[in-house]
């Protein structure tokens, strides 16, 4: 009963954790996108003032 207990506690941990670290590489890859839009702007102008 008490390995039952452990597995499903280790379950939940694995779960939360996922979730955590969903949200973090969602976060970086939207400031990645936003970070090479910006690259893409920055390039645009560049070119128009050339």
């Known amino acids: 009963?008490?390995?039952?207990y452990g597995f499903n506690?280790?379950?939940i941990?694995?779960?939360l954790f996922g979730i955590v670290a969903g949200g973090?590489?969602?976060?970086?890859?939207?400031?990645l996108m936003i970070v090479l839009f910006k690259i893409h702007?920055?390039?645009k102008k560049l070119a128009d003032n050339s």
């Open 1 to 4: 009963m008490a390995f039952s």
């Open 9 to 11: 506690v280790m379950r």
């Open 13 to 15: 941990m694995y779960g």
């Open 24 to 31: 973090v590489f969602a976060r970086i890859w939207c400031e």
């Open 41 to 43: 702007e920055n390039i």
